[in-house]
């Protein structure tokens, strides 16, 4: 199994509205990453969980909140959203922290409205 | 912090050869890597390269010079499905050890 599957595929919420993006891989990779990504943008990082703990957060709001349930798992909870959050939101995995290949997911689409 | 700069877009016929150039500036640099990413889809790996000199995977080749601080992919032999973006990434100990992603080139393949 070398993917990196990811849910919901699309999702459309309310600036009140409570949400979860997951994602989930079964290469036993030990880091894993949430980016953002805007149309015709590069990825942009928002968190790293190396061997489940949260060892980087790009500045990024607190409307978004990361959660590593397990190795295996990756959630990112989202709370009051702001229109300009819709982008494409890209889970992650590598092998270790230092692994010189990233394996990404479909993304979920999200739009804010 | 870091900077990377790629072409904004290529285009070339099928079959030609097209090569994809990326100058860096790093805090600390570690590598760099090339992602394909189609219209809709998830970025894809390519290549990493960590050490000057040029790797070869079938069709794709990826190029690195440390000492002046870029980069290239080469695409021969190119498809229609080939038209995509494409990204280099840089490792950074700067960043956490982590990748950052370049603007992306946009590649369109002709018929």
């Known amino acids: 199994d070398t993917e990196v599957t990811q849910t919901p595929k699309h999702l459309v919420m309310g600036m009140t509205n409570k949400k979860s993006l997951k994602c989930e891989q079964h290469m036993g990779h030990r880091a894993m990453y949430w980016y953002k990504q805007k149309a015709k943008k590069p990825p942009e990082l928002m968190f790293v969980y190396s061997y489940e703990k949260l060892s980087i957060n790009e500045s990024v709001p607190s409307r978004f909140s990361p959660e590593c349930p397990n190795s295996s798992l990756l959630n990112l909870h989202l709370h009051a959203l702001q229109p300009e959050d819709s982008a494409l939101y890209l889970c992650a995995s590598s092998q270790d922290p230092r692994g010189e290949k990233l394996f990404f997911g479909s993304g979920t689409q999200l739009s804010v409205l | 912090g870091q900077s990377l700069e790629q072409p904004s877009e290529v285009t070339a016929v099928e079959g030609a050869i097209v090569q994809i150039n990326c100058t860096y500036q790093?805090?600390?640099?570690?590598?760099l890597s090339w992602y394909q990413q189609h219209d809709g889809g998830a970025p894809t790996f390519l290549s990493y390269n960590a050490l000057d000199g040029l790797e070869e995977t079938g069709r794709f080749s990826s190029f690195l010079s440390r000492s002046d601080s870029y980069g290239y992919l080469l695409l021969q032999e190119l498809q229609m499905k080939d038209s995509a973006s494409y990204f280099c990434?840089?490792?950074?100990?700067?960043?956490?050890?982590?990748?950052?992603f370049g603007p992306g080139t946009r590649l369109s393949v002709l018929p």
């Open positions: 990434a840089v490792r950074d100990h700067g960043y956490g050890q982590n990748f950052v």
């Open positions: 790093t805090s600390g640099f570690y590598g």
